[in-house]
Nanobody, 116 residues
Framework: QVQLVESGGGLVQAGGSLRLSCAAS????????MGWYRQAPGKQREWVAG???????NYADSVKGRFTISRDNAKNTLYLQMNSLKPEDTAVYYC??????????WGPGTQVTVSS
């Protein structure tokens, strides 16, 4: 079983930056892919970015060029660097870990609010 805890959310003005972190309780080497998702009020949860075990990355079109996902295997931590933030980026951000046995785990989320 893997426990995930996100941090780094907060209130920022449009154009600003935040870095989210997701600390994993288990060795990140036991985890296959990881990703960030977000859910805005009244909307469905959507995928934001993903990173494979070999560090291949993918991004939703809405964040491409502004967000960067990375993982530090030594610290068992996943990151999301968010630059040029927009009000429409406001949401609760969740990290997800996919294990090799096809089980998946979610963190409780961290709130990101971007003011205009």
């Amino acid at each position: 079983q893997v426990q995930l805890v996100e941090s780094g959310g907060g209130l920022v003005q449009a154009g600003g930056s935040l870095r989210l972190s997701c600390a994993a309780s288990a060795s990140i080497f036991s985890i296959n892919g990881m990703g960030w998702y977000r859910q805005a009020p009244g909307k469905q949860r959507e995928w934001v970015a993903g990173i494979t075990r070999s560090r291949n990355t993918n991004y939703a079109d809405s964040v491409k060029g502004r967000f960067t996902i990375s993982r530090d295997n030594a610290k068992n931590t996943l990151y999301l660097q968010m630059n040029s933030l927009k009000p429409e980026d406001t949401a609760v951000y969740y990290c997800k870990a996919d294990l090799f046995d096809r089980s998946a785990y979610w963190g409780p989320g961290t709130q990101v609010t971007v003011s205009s």
